[in-house]
């Protein structure tokens, strides 16, 4: 009797142990599962957003900050006519872009830490991202005109563009005392004053929202619920300014800085891309050391408008082919990618590169975009690199071809791919600077 009870107390023991073990898989499977369609889904959502890289922010101007006073002048609703990207992002970087080493620093003694700017634009709203100087696309939707609706009540009509300065409600907590709120007001007003005056800079003009509704804007436009509205200004052309008044770019004047960099200007290089497909490194790491040497750069590409990199990057073209004219620039330089199969077979391209020759302009290609110079007969007896699949291509047209990461001869410089896109904008900044 014993041992009955033994085998069957063994026999619902080992039963146990085999639910438990059954019911521990099911689990693992079920939470490996719900894991793996929560990446799946943040993937997703990852890929689905529109971020926007913006132009290296202008650090000189020649206008003084009496001027600028001057310059502002009556109130006056601004106009409709879209600013352009590297507007905004000029925007965006006085009131923001500068303060981040300071923000990481300070931590949680900041009372505006958790502070975003958006951005209201013909292309919907922007949520500004300072570590990176890059705009994230929060709805494609144009909401200007109800943003003018909630803050002037004035139907029907629109601006350039709208700014929000805004703050994370599930920040506030036991920190909201009064001293915390004075100083979150104090930065607020810091902020709109630091855009205005940048604004300025640009030949804008601005107006602060009069009774903002801000409850009701933040359900029209669908904003995250923690997202609180602190202030509101509309920026924008004058009514009665022509589009070709507006400030050249040298004329730019960075605010809000706690010292003054100028940086000097010293040359002017275009850089082409297709429409769509560029590599982003190559368009956006070499734009910056280019623009770090103090060298202008445009972006020009078949079609004026918004392009898309292979990795997700997006850019603002301001230049068509068929428009760019090549004394304009120091330096045309071609950049790779899936797209650039398009510009080996645009004749435009091709005439450029060969103008640019002529003129003794500095000429540069990375990645497969090295293949355009082979077709246009301007490597014989040049050093060159490029990607390998090139390399045929190039040594048939009489290129040496050295398979390096960068070389530079005489007005021609190449670069392997896009882990050289910074040596390779280096070795464009050091042939225009050396003439």
Known sequence: MHTYRRLIALAFSQRGLLLALISLFLTSVCVGQDTRSRRQRRARRNANIVKVILPAPRTS???????????????????????????????AWAAQGVHVEQRRVNGGNDPSAGMQLLFVTAEGIFRYAPRDHSLEQLTPVDFRAPLVLASQGRPGQSVGCGVLITRST??????????????????????????????????????????????????????????EP??????????????????????????????????????????????????????????????????????????????????????????????????????????????????????????????????EKIVAAIDVATGILARVDAVKGIRVTGYPSEQKRLTEAGAIYTGLSVESDGAIVTASGPAASLRFGQAIADAVLSR
């Open 170 to 227: 599930a920040l506030r907590g036991a920190r909201q005392n009064n001293r915390a709120k004075r100083l979150l007001n104090m930065r607020v007003g810091q902020l709109g004053q630091v855009i205005k005056l940048q604004a300025a800079a640009l030949g804008l003009v601005t107006l602060d929202a009069a009774d903002f509704d801000s409850h009701g804007f933040r359900l029209k436009a669908r904003l995250p619920k923690e997202m």
């Open 230 to 359: 602190l202030h509101v200004l509309l920026v924008g052309y004058r009514s009665d300014q022509a589009a070709g008044e507006r400030v050249p770019s040298s004329e730019i004047i960075l605010t809000g800085a706690d010292e003054t960099v100028t940086i000097t200007t010293r040359g002017k290089a275009v850089l082409l891309i297709a429409s769509s497909g560029f590599r982003d490194e190559e368009l956006f790491d070499t734009g910056r050391v280019l623009n770090a040497a103090g060298i202008d750069t445009v972006v020009a590409a078949a079609r004026v408008g918004v392009a898309r990199g292979m990795l997700g990057g997006v850019v603002q073209a301001t230049v068509a082919f068929s428009k760019l004219d090549v004394e304009a620039y120091d330096a045309i330089v071609l950049i790779g990618g899936s797209g650039a199969g398009e510009l080996a077979r645009n004749d435009r391209v091709a005439s450029i590169v060969k103008d640019a020759l002529s003129k």
């Open 61 to 91: 101007s020649s206008l003084s900050l009496e001027e600028l006073l001057a310059s502002q002048g009556p109130l006056q609703m601004p106009a409709s006519t879209p600013l352009d990207v590297g507007e905004i992002g000029q925007l």
